[in-house]
């Protein structure tokens, strides 16, 4: 019955329900401004503790992507739910996962803190909106053309631990080397003394929210790339209903706790650069949808034993590295010396997987037979 009950629309509203509550509380308890929840960035901030890249502003081992793959663990666990399975292009996902990154990082956000940055007020997430849709519709030009990353295959279970066993490692490294006021560097890790970095609820938490999250979220399937792509191409708004529903609560929150500031101008960790708002998400959204995923969703299926979303979470956190160390990543000032030019190659990069990667495109080269992959992208 509980089963059905998160399987249901229902199940999926009060999903978006709980993460637009969450969210905004998590901001209130320390979070950044309009990012109580951002996947894209808080990996970002995951890359720097562990020194990929030495943005002083943006390093933090954050407990909610550690809680967001244990708590979809547990959840695939208790309901039976954990299938290792891998082998489904995962170096092609690699890539989808630093494009991805990097896209994000030049509008500076996901697709989550998109939304967070509207309900919040910030006029600038409407062109990183629109930059997602137009993406994800490119994407399903693309699914509906046969667009393919061939078959995944049950395998051992210990390639489904891989993922969950990194995040318990990055806990345990933060319970091992605490941060230390005034000191930029705790053992290995690295913590950030000023910006977006430094500003995090208490560890405990962030950690409980974040296990939440993930145990709800696995169960409902809740995906905002999927929510879209859904849309566009079937017509249903199962998935949609939770994107609405986390927009709704998201909105009402702020504005309860004086969170809501109207604008485009001095808005928390974003810029007012609209084209490359838009191009950035752009990027990001096709990126996701040839990968079949949002990253929250890819962090929710990596938990379940998802070995290919496991390796694209590690291709957006190295993108993290890249991003930073090669002048990608925006910043409140504007886009990075190389972000313009990061957003026309992963543009390429992308549209050259999404034409290649096509099962016409297989038999005319090879004339072999394809196998139909067996894990559809809403998974």
Known sequence: MLKNLFASRWGMIGTGVLIGVLAPLLQKLGNPGNMGICV????????????????????????????????????????KE??????????????????????????????WRAMLRLTGGDGNAILGLLGLVVGIWIGTLFLRNGYNLGRTQATYSSVGWIMPLI????????????????QPQSGILFYSEKGPGSMHASLPIALIIGLVVGFVAQRSRFCTMGAFRDLILFRQTHLFSGVVALIATSFLVNLLLGQFHPGFEKQ?????????????MLVAGLAFA????????????AGEGDGDSAVFVLGMIVGAGFAHNFGLASSPGGVGPYGIAAVFVGLAVCLFIGFTMRLRSVRETSGAKMPVENKPASV
């Open 40 to 79: 894209a960035c808080f990996e970002r901030d995951i890359a720097g503790a562990v020194g990929l890249h030495r943005a002083a502003v943006v390093q933090y081992m954050r407990p909610e992507i550690i809680g967001f793959v244990l708590g979809s663990l547990a959840a695939a666990y208790f309901f």
């Open 82 to 111: 954990f299938r290792p399975r891998a082998g489904s292009a995962p170096i092609v996902r690699f890539v989808l996962g630093v494009f991805a990154m990097i896209g994000a990082l030049v509008f500076l956000g996901c697709p």
């Open 167 to 182: 995040m318990a490692g990055f806990l345990l490294l933060m319970i091992i080397f605490p941060q230390v006021e005034g």
């Open 268 to 280: 928390p960790v974003a810029h007012t650069m609209h084209i490359w708002n838009f191009g950035g």
């Open 290 to 301: 040839l990968a079949g995923g949002c990253p929250g969703r890819q962090l929710f299926l």
